[in-house]
């Protein structure tokens, strides 16, 4: 038997996509002192020098920034509640079901918000974002017996990025559930065809391009104070010339913004698809009664 299909899922990139700034430096540093590039020269000579992976090596260079008394989990998630977000968030999350129209509704679509992170999930949980999001996904740290944070626990990459995708394709929030597990296509809650991914770069090329293969829609987005315009140049070498992706737009997420429209109409869009291919089921599903004699 299938399971209900109704679910539109929006998955977010966080630094540089849903903030204009890292995570680490808005509020993480400058609560213990750390100068933040020193911190990321340091970072850098971990990658170059020594070969490590770069998730790695900032979570290690973190530790070894700390002070003698690192923080709790619960320090972190308090932290997390200065973070700042580019222009329209967190009213876009309540604003985007005003997409769905009572016919959407009838049948039982709704809209769920996710974030994939190599940033640290504790910060994120403590964020104004947190009541619209049915899961975030970030690096996780054990903690000691005093309750701080002693060694990283769960580290994402952006290649370790597409696993939380299928985990979210198959309704596998559950850390301890395996997302390797074979699972039929009609079965899977959240087909990828009512996927939108939003990141902001070469980092999410991977999540772009498990997008792209198994139907899903993906947008990147610049921010448009970047004076450098390196940022708007990452998403336009990603369209342009890589053809990673189809839609770039400013990290604006306001009503009306050239981001907004393109995510207005996604959402309607795969409603409506949505919306058809129920009717279709019923339909194909009804049995005409006995005619008279």
């Known amino acids: 038997m299938s399971v209900p299909?109704?679910?539109?899922?929006?998955?977010?990139?966080y630094d540089q996509t849903l903030s204009p700034t890292y995570m680490q430096d808005e509020v993480l540093f400058?609560?213990?002192?750390?100068?933040?590039?020193?911190?990321w020269k340091k970072s850098r000579a971990l990658v170059e020098d020594d070969g490590w992976e770069s998730e790695l090596a900032y979570l290690k260079t973190l530790l070894d920034s700390l002070p003698m008394d690192p923080p709790t989990t619960e320090d972190l998630i308090r932290l997390g509640a200065g973070l700042k977000f580019f222009p329209g968030l967190p009213e876009m999350f309540e604003e985007l079901d005003a997409q769905l129209s009572e016919t959407h509704r009838t049948i039982g679509i709704r809209i769920e918000h996710y974030i994939v992170s190599s940033g640290i999930k504790a910060l994120i949980d403590g964020s104004a974002l947190r009541p619209w999001i049915r899961e975030t996904f970030g690096c996780e740290f054990a903690t000691d017996s005093h309750g701080r944070i002693s060694f990283p626990k769960r580290v994402i990459s952006h290649t370790q990025k597409t696993q939380?995708?299928?985990?979210?394709?198959?309704?596998?929030?559950?850390?301890?559930?395996?997302?390797?597990?074979?699972?039929p296509p009609d079965l899977r809650p959240i087909p990828f065809p009512n996927m939108i991914y939003i990141g902001d770069g070469p980092t999410d090329v991977p999540c772009f391009t498990v997008m792209r293969q198994f139907g899903g829609q993906a947008i990147a987005v610049y921010n448009p104070d970047d004076s450098s315009r390196?940022?708007?140049?990452?998403?336009?070498?990603?369209?342009?010339h890589a053809g990673r992706i189809k839609h770039i737009a400013p990290s604006d997420y306001r009503p009306g913004s050239h981001l907004r429209l393109i995510l207005?109409?996604?959402?309607r869009e795969i409603a409506d698809r949505i919306l058809r291919r129920r009717r279709e089921e019923i339909e194909e599903s009804r049995i005409p009664a006995p005619g008279h004699i």
């Open 30 to 39: 400058p609560a213990y002192g750390i100068d933040p590039a020193l911190f």
């Open 164 to 183: 939380y995708l299928f985990r979210i394709n198959k309704g596998l929030l559950d850390l301890s559930q395996d997302v390797n597990d074979h699972m």
């Open 5 to 13: 299909q109704t679910t539109i899922a929006i998955v977010y990139d």
């Open 264 to 267: 207005d109409e996604m959402i």
């Open 230 to 240: 390196g940022s708007f140049r990452k998403c336009y070498q990603l369209c342009a």
